[in-house]
């Protein structure tokens, strides 16, 4: 049963890391492992102990990928806005839940970010999201939040309803849900779809290419050195999405002994470290740095700052301190190849504002 176990984790953390590049599929696919995790153990006879725990820790991790391929990919400025309250909104509610483990905080802190971020890459299959204006994502958010996201979380954290347990209980259902169903495909096709404005382009799958100022390693080296301090609200934001999230993950791992303003405090420090490092590594001229050695170096240096700092402690726990070490070099290398796009897409924005 370890196995399993193991397998459908791994999964969970695995599949997540193709959302950067295929965001809607990849993104679907990270929801339908987070749906079926339980019906698997179910049927194989397994129950995981505190479950529930690890189940929104992997959540965030997977809505952390999400949220930094946003900082990539997404050209609306109004979206990625909308996209970044929703994201911190439902961290810090899954970091109150671990904390006082009150199930209705997960109601008024819904992961509205996940469906939003769903909805963005549907438009952007066909039409253009720039197009749309700030009221559109503002409105769209709302509707998601209000008429999907609040009934979901009652039903699953509240109520604690299973769908397979209450169809069998209540058979009657089955046909009303299939109703509904051929009601919403109908609506589209027949009253939405005809006014929806002509596409912008062929069906896009794939992510969108990097600005042509910065889709070369030596572009955002240069752009990193020019631009980013030690010291800033990107620094900032990168503390609070790590360090809350870690903090979420020594909820979830035995033998944590730390406090929880210890532990975020001193993945704060791991942060600012590894961004003196990026300024360090960016000032090197023409600098040709692919992501896979940016994580491996990231991970090698990261791997000896945790262990020196476990050992001086005299509290050595290797499991842990590995698994803290993967998680930060590769959300921390993540965010420093991703920030920048946005960057200088605002930038760019900013000068043709001021142009015109």
Known sequence: MGIVFL?????????????????????????????????????????????????????????????????????????????????????????????VAWRPLLLIFPNTFEYFFIAYEIVRLRWNPASVSARGWVTTAACIWVFVKLPQEWWIHVAQLDVTDTLQAHPGLIPVLAALGVALVLFVRLWLWPRLPGPAWTTRVAAEPLPAEIDTAAERDHWVTTHWRLLSGA???????????????????????????????????????????????????????????????????????????????????????????????????????FRPVAQVRQSSRESRSAAT
């Not at 990026?278 to 600098?287: K, M, Y």
Request: proline letters at 4%.
């Open 235 to 337: 620094t900032a934001e990168k503390v609070m999405l790590i360090g809350l999230l870690c903090v979420i993950y020594g909820e979830v791992l035995p033998g944590i002994r730390a406090t929880h303003l210890q532990m975020f405090l001193g993945i704060g420090v791991f942060v600012l470290v590894n961004t003196a490092i990026t300024l360090a590594v960016a000032r090197r001229t023409g600098s040709r740095e692919s992501a896979v050695a940016a994580f491996g170096l990231r991970l090698l240096t990261n791997a000896g700052l945790v262990l020196a700092v476990e050992l001086l402690r005299g509290e050595l726990k290797l499991g842990n301190a590995l698994f803290f070490t993967l998680l930060l070099s590769l959300l921390i290398t993540l965010d420093d190849r």
């Open 7 to 99: 397998v459908v984790v791994g999964a969970r953390f695995v599949v997540p890391l193709f959302i950067p590049l295929f965001p809607l599929p990849a993104i679907v696919a990270a929801l339908v492992l987070d749906g079926i995790d339980q019906s698997v153990f179910q049927w194989f006879g397994y129950d995981p102990p505190g479950y529930q725990s690890y189940d929104k820790a992997m959540d965030m991790f997977y809505l952390s990928v999400a949220y930094l391929s946003v900082l990539r990919n997404w050209t609306s400025r109004p979206a990625l806005r909308v996209a970044r309250f929703l994201f911190f909104y439902r961290l810090a509610g899954v970091v109150l839940f671990e904390l």
